[in-house]
């Protein structure tokens, strides 16, 4: 192995022989194993057209289905079986699955095939669609029983039950669990292809429920890339028809309408998915009562900054042309969503006296006051503070979360305690900077640790020597008035990157296309940075940085979206948030900052990643406003 090759590689932990399989299954394994990974080690039944075929044509022939009917593949992976049955003519067809890697990879085959099938991430827990909505629910290729309790199952159930409409088909094709008790090969190992081959292991889990199983994943110059453990319940015939009618199902007919018997073309271990079931069931329901106000209207307020303060962070302290002209762009969008009465507040001085008297009449309140109450930066956070006090529900972060993302360094500190990469850095007050031991290589990038909106970093921030660094210090302080603590880390030159998420990890949530900055326009000898120029100066040749579709591997894509769910998550960010990153020298992404109320404008960085989506500004801005609706309906039913 090259030296290149070593230093890039990520190094696998491999346990060696451990006694006890299912002491090492995680709870949420099903988390982290359906990625690139998955595809390999089950692609020759998961990604055989011939065997997706088959099983399409079982499982239609058992529901009875006219075209016009509305079908969900519920934990639908890569699509596969809601690709197969939009291109036989079902055109009102969705998939939601839990997998960011598997639903991305599924609607870029939708995509390039030209079919019509909306696929979500989601859990299927809690499912974001509305009662009644489905004639038909699959849960196919052994997709249930992923959990450490079975009331896990039962909750999915009853949630199928929810979304179908009365007498709507539920179909789940499981493995026989009478039949993988006893036939189960407790080790094995194949070739994947001529450069990767899987070693397993199996065991019967203490309470004899669940069939545990390891793998380890190797590739012929690289190493081990994964060692990883799962565990999935055996359900029998019986055991699915009491689980059935104990969430409000009735079995069609005798219950099992075939078995399944996979194949493989490598001729090999076929684990869970030897021998399946195939169970249909009808939901025993009436059609949802649904109570709606009268007008069927939600009342949402629109929280500003104060045009008429004073603002430290925006040129010449005040609001401009150009921020009306993002208000104005902002309330356009915000008229084309239907169902929605907007008001407006941006007046701070009685702010607090005005949501009082809201009280009881809005269902919630949008937050776009990202500048801060009285438009200063340090009490973004004193806003919702204000309207949790005041009893009024919210989108975006909480005080805690606004808190914790506001302070660059405390991020850094969460994210390594993660296990997540950030730039070398250190914090120093402006004073200190002349009796400093420096611990990093130049060059270096100088940040004010408290703030956002790129506030006091432009070009003369990245420093080549001492002297530089001394007054880019200074330059902070006597530019923009700043003498709190001073982040100083290394300067990265790889690709500069941003992640955007809208909606809720744990219900539902879309990882928005991956964008980076194109610095092509910039004249030589310019750092690459996108700061306070690219953002305020118009004059500035930063201004020129657009930003693009970033190019990346789909290892890296991977990786940034499950980093960026559990930042979200740990975080608290709620509804929307937008993580930045630079890639350095060997290629790894390292975090900069999280972002949470993210820049809202119609021409900010989260607008352009949904346009990549083909998400209009309107689009977006409805469906961060969903999102909050979602997350208060599960909460509390307030909404």
């Known amino acids: 192995m090259s030296k290149s090759n070593k230093k890039n590689r990520k190094i696998v932990e491999v346990l060696g022989p451990v006694d006890n399989l299912e002491s090492y299954v995680k709870a949420d394994w099903w988390r982290h194993l359906f990625n690139a990974n998955y595809l390999r080690t ?4 998961v990604e055989d057209s011939d065997i997706t075929q088959k099983e399409t044509d079982m499982y239609l022939a058992a529901l009875h289905l006219p075209k016009e009917s509305c079908i969900l593949d519920l934990c639908c992976g890569q699509g596969r079986h809601a690709l197969e049955i939009a291109s036989r003519g079902w055109n009102n067809v969705s998939g939601l699955d839990r997998s960011h890697y598997l639903i991305n990879r599924a609607r870029k085959v939708a995509k ?10 989601g859990d299927a827990r809690k499912l974001p669609f509305a009662a009644d909505t489905f004639d038909a629910v699959l849960i196919a290729g052994n997709s249930f029983g992923y959990f450490d309790s079975s009331k896990d199952d039962d909750l999915i159930l009853k949630e199928v039950l929810r979304v179908l409409r009365p007498s709507g088909k539920l179909l789940i094709d499981i493995t026989d669990g009478d039949y993988m008790r006893s036939h189960f090969d407790a080790r094995s190992w194949e070739w994947i292809d001529k450069n990767y081959f899987v070693c397993r292991e199996r065991s019967l889990s203490e309470n004899g429920e669940r069939l545990v199983s390891r793998e380890v994943i190797t590739h012929v110059s690289k190493g081990v890339i994964a060692d990883q453990f799962y565990a999935e319940r055996l359900y029998t015939k019986n055991d699915l028809g009491q689980l059935l009618s104990q969430a409000g199902f009735k079995l069609c007919d005798s219950g099992t309408t075939a078995t399944v018997l996979a194949d ?3 001729n090999q271990d076929l684990g869970m998915m030897a021998r399946r079931l195939i169970i249909t069931a009808e939901a025993q329901k009436e059609w949802t009562v649904v109570e709606k106000k009268p007008d069927s209207i939600d009342s949402v307020v629109v929280l500003f900054g104060d045009p008429s303060k004073r603002d430290a962070v925006k040129p010449g302290s005040s609001f401009d042309e150009d921020d009306f002209h993002t208000i104005n762009e902002l309330k356009k969008a915000l008229s084309n969503l239907k169902g929605y009465s907007f008001t407006y507040l941006d007046r701070h001085d009685t702010l607090i006296q005005d949501l009082v008297k809201l009280h009881g009449k809005c269902s919630y309140v949008f937050n776009l006051c990202d500048e801060g109450f009285q438009n200063e930066a340090l009490k973004e956070l004193h806003v919702p503070a204000l309207l949790e006090m005041i009893g009024l529900h919210y989108s975006g972060g909480n005080p805690q979360c606004l808190a914790y993302c506001y302070d ?3 991020i850094r500190g969460i994210a390594t305690e993660m296990d997540i990469p950030v730039p070398r850095a250190f914090v120093i007050k402006p004073e200190d900077i002349r009796f400093i031991e420096f611990p990093l290589n130049f060059p270096v990038i100088v940040k004010p640790n408290f703030g956002d909106s790129s506030f006091g970093i432009t070009q003369a921030n990245v420093c080549y020597d001492l002297q530089a660094l001394e007054s880019a210090v200074t330059g902070i302080r006597d530019k923009f008035g700043y003498n709190n603590p001073i982040l100083v880390e290394e300067f990265l030159t790889g690709k500069d990157i941003s992640v955007g998420i809208i909606g809720n990890p744990g219900s539902s949530y879309m990882i928005l296309p991956v964008i980076e900055e194109d610095y092509s326009a910039l004249p030589e000898g310019l750092p690459r940075i996108c700061g306070y120029e690219a953002k305020w100066d118009p004059a500035s040749p930063y201004w020129k940085i657009k930003s693009v579709p970033a ?9 940034l979206g499950a980093s960026c769910v559990k930042l979200f998550e740990r975080l608290s960010c ?3 948030a937008r993580f930045d990153w630079r890639v350095d020298d060997n290629g790894t992404p390292r975090l900069l900052e999280v972002n949470p109320n993210p820049g809202w404008c119609w021409d900010g960085h989260l607008a352009k990643m949904a346009a990549l989506q083909g998400i209009s500004y309107s689009q977006m801005l409805g469906s961060i406003l969903e999102a909050c609706q979602s997350r208060l309906l599960g909460a509390d039913g307030m909404v």
């Open 42 to 45: 089950d692609g020759d039944v």
């Open 112 to 121: 390039s095939k030209n079919l019509n099938v909306a696929f979500k991430e």
């Open 264 to 266: 493989s073309k490598r």
């Open 408 to 410: 660059k360094s405390l």
């Open 551 to 559: 190019n990346l591997s789909e290892d890296v894509e991977r990786f």
């Open 574 to 576: 709620r509804d929307y």
